[in-house]
């Protein structure tokens, strides 16, 4: 598993982490979602790495940005976070 944690901007409100995390689980094959409007950031738990122009292509329809992804064995304690 690929824990992969992705800035994103223009995320505002919880309805905006909502949708992003509604646009990531349609486009990818993803275990985990979660987004934080508050950081500005979304993490995926993934069986591939994903990069940021894979995210920032779908995000963009929405009006939000990819601005940066880090990507990183998911450990166990990630499940934790969701």
Same mark, same amino acid.
């Given at each position: 598993?690929?824990?992969?944690?992705?800035?994103?901007?223009?995320?505002?409100?919880?309805?905006?982490?909502?949708?992003?995390?509604?646009?990531?689980?349609?486009?990818?094959?993803?275990?985990?979602?979660?987004?934080?409007?508050?950081?500005?950031?979304?993490?995926? #738990?993934?069986? =591939? !790495?994903?990069? /940021?122009?894979?995210?920032?292509?779908?995000?963009?329809?929405?009006?939000?940005?990819?601005?940066? #992804?880090?990507? =990183? !064995?998911?450990? /166990?304690?990630?499940?934790?976070?969701?």
């Amino acid at each position: 598993m690929i824990m992969t944690t992705a800035k994103i901007d223009g995320m505002m409100c919880s309805m905006c982490e909502s949708h992003v995390n509604d646009m990531i689980r349609k486009n990818f094959k993803v275990r985990k979602v979660t987004s934080s409007h508050r950081k500005n950031e979304a993490y995926i #738990v993934s069986e =591939e !790495p994903l990069t /940021k122009e894979q995210l920032d292509k779908v995000l963009e329809t929405m009006g939000y940005r990819c601005l940066s #992804v880090r990507t =990183e !064995p998911a450990k /166990k304690s990630f499940f934790g976070l969701f």
